[in-house]
């Protein structure tokens, strides 16, 4: 069973920063894309930013310049650098992995698992 620990929620005044950190546990032998989404209240959830494998990347354009992903694939972890927060910010941050293998035999493919969700809440 594979399963994504998110850890560094909490709560900053406007223009503070935050570090997210999201750990995959499990038999596994490669993750394709971890990424972040967030879900503010009442409003769908969204793409915040991703990282492939060999460290593409994709932002969305409101967190472009502020924050920063980056990942550890030895030790199957992202993290979420975020700077200059804005109120705006305030969600739910959810870890995603994407098209996760394991090591076991015979081999499984999980294709999609989300963590339990943080809260980042930003105070103006």
């Known amino acids: 069973q594979v399963q994504l620990v998110e850890s560094g929620g909490g709560l900053v005044q406007a223009g503070g920063s935050l570090r997210l950190s999201c750990a995959a546990s499990?038999?596994?032998?490669?993750?394709?894309?971890m990424g972040w989404y967030r879900q503010a209240p009442g409003k769908q959830r969204e793409l915040v930013v991703d990282i492939t494998s060999v460290g593409n990347t994709n932002y969305a354009d409101a967190v472009k310049g502020r924050f920063t992903i980056s990942r550890d694939n030895a030790k199957n972890t992202v993290y979420l650098q975020m700077n200059n927060l804005k109120p705006e910010d305030t969600a739910v941050y959810y870890c995603?992995?994407?098209?996760?293998?394991?090591?076991?035999?015979?081999?499984?493919?999980?294709?999609?698992?989300w963590g339990q969700g943080t809260l980042v809440t930003v105070s103006s």
């Open positions: 995603n992995a994407n098209t996760i293998k394991t090591k076991t035999i015979p081999q499984y493919t999980y294709r999609e698992v």
């Open positions: 499990g038999s596994i032998f490669s993750i394709n894309v």
